[in-house]
């Protein structure tokens, strides 16, 4: 080989060498200055791999929403009352203008809203530019809904969506008194409506905001539409206006004219029984019952008795519940404090809140939010200010009422943070799922991050949002641990997302349990339980009736029931006996035996004379059949036991009866 072509290929070689070098060199540092940079070969391929990801918009404003851009403005203090026969315009329902109210309070000129749907349109004139409240004056009819719906435009728009689902409630009573059955226990009334005139403002069914709704109106005239398609009501009026500023409890006792003060009111204590509630806002706000503590009042170890109100249904926004406070229990004019017997079992750490109005007000700030506290035993709760019993004015000549209202408190602030949160993170999970799939391969570098460029900078946001939306939680609660874990849980998250985001779909997954589970903790700890026993009056000199156990009178009460666990027979619902007795079995609960029990006792035994027994039995059909031990109805019974029993040729063809053809038609087809 020649040596001059050798030596100009070795320095060839060479240079070729320091060139690759000096390009390696300059890859790896530019690597060590970005980590996670890609080139702009790799961009191009992946716009072309991928769809664009548009952001999602929505165009309704949530109240939230609303109330942080106007909640600011002037609230005036002029009203604007609009009479409901006065409307504009009417369209698709059955509308007209008369009477209604029950005989003792009928009342004329009103709108009646007769059919479900429909919508009335009003022209209004509001004097000066703010935001106002809505209050409506209406009469619920008898229907077959358990609220009343409502959706209002405002120049033909919807200001935000809670305005397309406002609710009113119906009023609901016992049919009749508690009575007791044959065998002793106590029969819990069914609820059913009335019809009585009613005040309500607008409030937040979302559970997020104690104070009521509000829109914000331009001075001039503007054209307002109600519509609904769950209606039935007499309106005799609505106002938009701005509630009055509570008084203090300070300023509530200056305001009251009275020669009696807190000292001087003759002494007394009365009580008003929980399940002697006479006006419900739900259905489901039935008596119920605790008995397993001598404590409950009235208590038997025994018997079925019907003793408290609440108990896990008492727990959502605006439900509402009014006991009469009559004048012979006041007995003398004068100040009383408010003690409520009550349990909150449910929101760990936290409180359940209650609004409470004497007549129809919240007669001072300290009566806005009353609050129960988490404990497993009952206890006595007393609105207090500055460390001391509220007390309320009772004149003895008429009767009172005392309404205590559901309301989200402090809390609702933290759970609407939340929901911009949650609504966020479904977001930019749904547009790293659109790139990796529902299942990332963990050897594919997807370079989300990338493709998202503000995904990094969000998760910071979000999970900085998280840690204080947590810290206030904690600050309401007094106390740090699982109260809310799932929010710690998902910030630990998002933190190793931005530490290290070609990592972030393997998280995945982790991002979704952990969206699964504050949304659970939210819709959990939106509720406010509460069960009530009873609730005491009592003068100053008095106290309330002591919620600590008698270690002798428990046990008593728990050897009394355990010894009647052996007599007692608590399957069996009726006395009727005999050979002609037919033998029904229930599969569902007490409360759904005792309406079999009832509708048996009321309408079929009247009727054709054929005596019925009732019994609560849980399963163990087949096997009494088999036995030949079976009822003669069974009843509520799952679809698999015609199957069950025919596979034991213990089915009949009953088109084999003579009067086959005339059975069939008592029912429908």
Not at 199 to 208: A, K, N, Q, V, Y
Request: hydrophobic share 35%.
């Amino acid at each position: 080989m020649d040596i001059r072509k050798f030596s100009r290929a070795v320095a060839a070689g060479a240079l070729s060498f320091m060139v690759a070098a000096s390009s390696s060199y300059g890859a790896i540092a530019a690597f060590a200055d970005d980590e996670y940079a890609v080139s702009q070969a790799t961009l191009d391929a992946m716009a072309e791999d991928y769809y664009t990801i548009e952001p999602i918009d929505s165009e309704m404003l949530s109240f939230s929403d609303y109330y942080d851009i106007y909640s600011g403005e002037n609230r005036p203090d002029t009203e604007t009352v609009v009479s409901a026969s006065s409307y504009s315009s009417a369209s698709g329902g059955d509308f007209s203008v008369g009477s209604y109210g029950p005989e003792d309070d009928n009342r004329d000129d009103v709108l009646l809203w007769e059919s479900t749907d429909g919508s009335v349109t009003y022209d209004i004139n509001i004097e000066e530019t703010g935001i106002y409240c809505v209050n409506m004056t209406y009469c619920p009819m008898i229907s077959n809904s358990s609220d009343i719906e409502l959706s209002m435009t405002i120049d033909g728009e919807l200001p935000y969506d809670t305005a397309s689902r406002i609710t009113l409630s119906r009023v609901w009573v016992n049919e009749q008194e508690i009575y007791t059955d044959s065998r002793g226990n106590q029969v819990r009334p069914s609820q059913i409506q009335k019809e009585m005139w009613r005040s309500s403002d607008f409030g937040d069914t979302d559970g997020l905001f104690s104070e009521p709704l509000f829109f914000m109106l331009e001075k001039g005239r503007h054209e307002v539409t109600l519509s609904s398609e769950r209606a039935q009501l007499a309106i005799e009026s609505f106002k938009f206006y701005n509630p009055e500023e509570l008084p203090t409890y300070s300023e509530y006792t200056a305001s009251v004219s009275s020669s009696v003060t807190k000292d001087s009111t003759p002494s007394n204590l009365f009580r008003i029984e929980g399940e002697d509630a006479v006006y419900k806002s739900d259905s489901t706000l039935y008596p119920t019952y605790d008995n397993t503590n001598y404590l409950v009042s009235p208590s038997d170890p025994r018997k079925v008795v019907y003793n408290t109100l609440g108990s896990g249904n008492w727990q959502k926004a605006l439900q509402s519940v009014t006991w009469n406070i009559s004048r012979e229990d006041i007995k003398n004019s004068g100040w009383y404090k408010i003690g409520i017997k009550s349990r909150q079992s449910q929101m760990r750490g936290f409180y359940s809140n209650r609004r409470i109005y004497i007549d129809g007000k919240v007669l001072c700030d300290e009566l806005d939010q009353v609050k129960f506290y988490y404990d497993t035993d009952w206890s006595v709760v007393s609105p207090k200010a500055d460390g001391d019993y509220v007390y309320v004015y009772l004149d003895a000549d008429t009767d009172h009422t005392l309404t205590m209202e559901c309301v989200p408190g402090e809390i609702g602030d933290s759970l609407r943070k939340l929901d911009d949160v949650v609504a966020d993170l479904n977001t930019y999970y749904r547009k790293v799922l659109m790139i990796t799939g529902p299942s990332p391969d963990q050897y594919t570098d997807y370079y989300v991050h990338e493709k998202i460029p503000e995904l990094v900078s969000e998760f910071e946001r979000i999970s900085g949002e998280l840690k204080q939306i947590q810290s206030d939680i904690e600050d309401l609660s007094g106390s740090s641990g699982s109260e809310a874990s799932a929010l710690e849980n998902m910030t630990v998250i998002l933190d190793k997302c931005t530490a290290k985001p070609l990592k972030i779909p393997s998280y995945l997954s982790q991002i979704k349990d952990n969206i699964t589970s504050i949304s659970s903790w939210m819709r959990d700890y939106r509720d406010q339980p509460l069960e009530v026993d009873y609730i005491e009056f009592a003068s100053a000199d008095k106290s309330f009736t002591s919620c600590d156990k008698k270690l002798g009178k428990s046990l008593s009460f728990s050897w009394n029931a355990f010894i009647g666990s052996f007599f007692e027979d608590y399957t069996t619902l009726s006395d009727v006996t005999g050979e002609d007795v037919i033998d029904v079995w229930v599969s569902l609960g007490r409360d759904q035996a005792q309406v079999v029990k009832e509708m048996a006792e009321n309408q079929f035994m009247q009727e054709t004379g054929i005596p019925i027994s009732v019994n609560l039995v849980v399963g163990g059909v087949v096997e009494a059949t088999l036995a030949g031990k079976g009822p003669d109805v069974a009843l509520f019974l799952g679809g698999e036991f015609p199957v069950n029993l025919a596979a034991r040729d213990l089915l009949v063809d009953v088109s084999e009866f003579d009067d086959y053809q005339e059975v069939t038609t008592r029912f429908q087809e």
